[in-house]
T-cell receptor, first 115, second 114 residues
Framework: AQSVTQLDSHVSVSEGTPVLLRCNYS??????LFWYVQHPNKGLQLLLK??????LVKGINGFEAEFKKSETSFHLTKPSAHMSDAAEYFC?????????????FGGGTRLMVKP | KAGVTQTPRYLIKTRGQQVTLSCSPI?????VSWYQQTPGQGLQFLFE???????NKGNFPGRFSGRQFSNSRSEMNVSTLELGDSALYLC?????????????FGPGTRLTVL
């Protein structure tokens, strides 16, 4: 069975400072890992994904994440936060389940950016 | 390409009623998945359809059902609505529904049960 733990439910940073959103996963197979962002009253938008290629993955809007198998982690980072980054972020694992796939979501991290 | 569309966007129903939500995937995508989002339970997988067949089902009661049509459009149905069914229902589509596929999400249907 797969599971995802986002270690912080809320993270607050000042504009221009680095962002770190932490995620640990467990999976029985070789998973694909994703980060999605959800702005208020909007759907989910893909930030980046890992599918067993390069362990350092670059995404949109300056975000990146590093897959560390030994630590079962997939933390999301950004060098400099912008006010528009304020949103909820979800770490997601996709695992094989019979012939299809299903996404398992972490509990989400709400990122607040102070001016 | 147009994104995933969901109709209706908002819905208000009363307990005991049933409801049908619709999802149109991105053109060419054959896999459609449904998720329920609530403040208490977060985002949970409901089911996935591929080529008109349900391949996976989450841990939800039988009141939740779905289907997929030959054009890949999908509907989900909830019968005998309960207050706890109030949620944002999200539909996602992907090309083949394999582990490495990206799932693209629609804006969701917000269901309120009174």
């Amino acid at each position: 069975a797969q599971s995802v733990t986002q270690l912080d439910s809320h993270v607050s940073v000042s504009e221009g400072t680095p962002v770190l959103l932490r995620c640990n996963y467990s999976s029985s197979y070789s998973p694909s890992l994703f980060w999605y962002v959800q702005h208020p009253n909007k759907g989910l938008q893909l930030l980046l994904k890992y599918t067993s290629a390069a362990t350092l993955v670059k995404g949109i809007n300056g975000f990146e994440a590093e897959f560390k198998k030994s630590e079962t982690s997939f933390h999301l980072t950004k060098p400099s936060a912008h006010m528009s980054d304020a949103a909820e972020y979800f770490c997601v694992v996709s695992d094989s389940y019979d012939a299809g796939n299903m996404l398992t979501f972490g509990g989400g991290t709400r990122l607040m950016v102070k001016p | 390409k147009a994104g995933v569309t969901q109709t209706p966007r908002y819905l208000i129903k009363t307990r005991g009623q049933q409801v049908t939500l619709s999802c149109s995937p991105i053109s060419g995508h054959r896999s459609v998945s449904w998720y329920q989002q609530t403040p208490g339970q977060g985002l949970q997988f409901l089911f996935e359809y591929f080529s008109e067949t349900q391949r996976n089902k989450g841990n939800f009661p039988g009141r939740f059902s779905g289907r997929q049509f030959s054009n890949s459009r999908s509907e989900m149905n909830v019968s005998t609505l309960e207050l706890g069914d109030s949620a944002l229902y999200l539909c996602a589509s992907s090309l083949q529904g394999v582990v490495t596929d990206t799932q693209y999400f629609g804006p969701g249907t917000r269901l309120t049960v009174l």
